[in-house]
């Protein structure tokens, strides 16, 4: 075997191996997710609407959701959460991160607790406009940020 025959099989499986591997990170585990009616923020039980989501098993923090809910319905809940959204795949097309955490930073949206320790060390967070416009995710708990 010469070193070109080499240099070209090498460069193929590096090709091949990212390619499988972006699949993997960006595709693979995640599983679409629709048509849930309600989700529970604190003690209630919350309608909502047009529910478009994604979610994994081989994470906690990989669920992502797109809904419209009825802001009067979050009123007299506890706020005092810090909201940060973690980034979706590109082709989950209305969770717009950098889009929710401005609004978030500039009050045109309110970030919500909706459960504490979720999974363990994760809490889900939900953060409501006031057109009834709600995105959900999962974080980490103040106490694993540090």
Same mark, same amino acid.
């Given at each position: 075997?010469?070193?070109?025959?080499?240099?070209?099989?090498?460069?193929?499986?590096?090709?091949?191996?990212?390619?499988?591997?972006? !699949?993997?990170?960006? !595709?693979?585990?995640?599983?679409?997710?629709?048509?849930?009616?309600?989700?529970?923020?604190?003690?209630?039980?919350?309608?909502?609407?047009?529910?478009?989501?994604?979610?994994?098993?081989?994470?906690?923090?990989?669920?992502?959701?797109?809904?419209?809910?009825?802001?009067?319905?979050?009123?007299?809940?506890?706020?005092?959460?810090?909201? =940060?959204?973690?980034?979706?795949?590109?082709?989950?097309?209305?969770?717009? =991160?950098?889009?929710?955490?401005?609004?978030?930073?500039?009050?045109?949206?309110?970030? !919500?607790?909706?459960?504490?320790?979720?999974?363990?060390?994760?809490?889900?967070?939900?953060?409501? !406009?006031?057109?009834?416009?709600?995105?959900?995710?999962?974080?980490?708990?103040?106490?694993?940020?540090?």
């Amino acid at each position: 075997m010469n070193g070109k025959t080499f240099g070209i099989g090498f460069v193929a499986f590096a090709v091949i191996f990212g390619a499988g591997l972006y !699949y993997a990170l960006v !595709y693979a585990y995640y599983e679409k997710v629709d048509g849930i009616s309600e989700i529970t923020v604190q003690d209630r039980t919350i309608a909502v609407a047009d529910y478009e989501g994604i979610d994994a098993t081989s994470s906690g923090l990989k669920l992502r959701g797109c809904f419209s809910v009825e802001p009067a319905d979050f009123e007299g809940l506890a706020l005092g959460v810090n909201a =940060v959204p973690l980034s979706a795949p590109s082709w989950f097309d209305c969770f717009d =991160v950098a889009r929710i955490q401005q609004d978030i930073d500039a009050g045109k949206a309110i970030g !919500y607790l909706a459960t504490e320790n979720e999974k363990d060390g994760i809490d889900r967070v939900v953060a409501v !406009y006031p057109d009834g416009r709600a995105f959900q995710w999962r974080q980490l708990n103040e106490k694993y940020q540090e």
